[in-house]
């Protein structure tokens, strides 16, 4: 009873360590490929901002289901829920944020 | 007994079971504070991002001209396999693999958040240097305004660790300690996850 005991735990171990190695090889890849992209500059300025932003959108992803835990599950459902709202309001004021300063920028050209 | 223990506002919850869980109480709550700190840091970003035109540069440096590829990767991965020993730590704590195994990650952490630091006041030092000063432009006002914010951060995070390692040494990990310790860790996750946003908006865009 005790070894099962133990084995169980050494397996959920295995599998929390695995989610940690995980996450840190997709942050590690998602970090090289944009920084590889602007060093060898192989694309055309516009693709690269474009990989730029989709990757780092991919890696902050990759950071909340491995590291700060938050996936679908029920038990993490009101931690995802804050996130999406404050996400939102984000959204919300950084695009009124930029489109009415832009606006005014290009109003003054 | 639950309607006494369960904080107001909270009793129409029909899963009591967390309520009654102090370390997962405070854990909730440190999530609201790192949500209002995100917002912070986004309209930080908001206003880096307006401050991008040529306009305001004020005909001083931009972005081309003082960010450099080689010191924001090397910050990055400082910062990044910092976020992974704390990982290791979190892990070590969570199945009893004893208090050396927590305080050799988080001393591992440790070291690393402080290289993040020397490698950042480098940096800022380089540009003052340059004339680069945050009163130079609306460019650099907005730069100093965001990527130091995160260095203080991560300052906070490297005393808060300091704390953790004298409370561990002086109590070892009791179960105030392990809950202090598992908010420091969401707080130190959530610093690598904003620098991903510097490195992505300010270093890589900056530079392509």
Redesign the interface.
Known sequence: MSTLKRQS?AE??RH??RG?QM??AL??IL?IV??A???TGALP?MA??WA??V??LM??VV??RF??HVDLSREKR??LY??AF?GS??VV??AG??WI??NM?AR?M | MSVTTSPPGMSLVADHAHEHDPAANAL?GF??FM??D??IF??M???Y??ML?P?SFAGGPGPKDLFE?PG??ME?AAL??S??TF??AS?AM??DLGVRRVVFWMMVTLALGLVFLGLEIHEFAHMVAAGAVPQRSGFLSAFFGLVPLHGLHVTAGSIWLVMMLIQIGRTGLTETTKSRIARLA?FW??L??IW??I???VY??G??
């Open positions: 735990r959920a171990y929390d360590l940690y996450g840190f942050a590690a970090t944009p920084f992209l602007v060093a300025a690269v901002l730029i932003g990757l780092g890696q902050i950071h909340v590291f700060l009101e931690e804050l996130m404050s309001l984000l004021m950084i944020m930029l300063l832009f920028y003054m | 909730s999530w609201l949500m209002s995100l917002i986004g309209l970003f908001g206003t991002i307006t035109t306009m590829l924001a990767a990055t990044l396999t976020t992974f990982g290791l892990l969570k199945y969401l996750h959530f690598d996850l991903v946003g490195f992505s908006v890589l865009g530079i392509a």
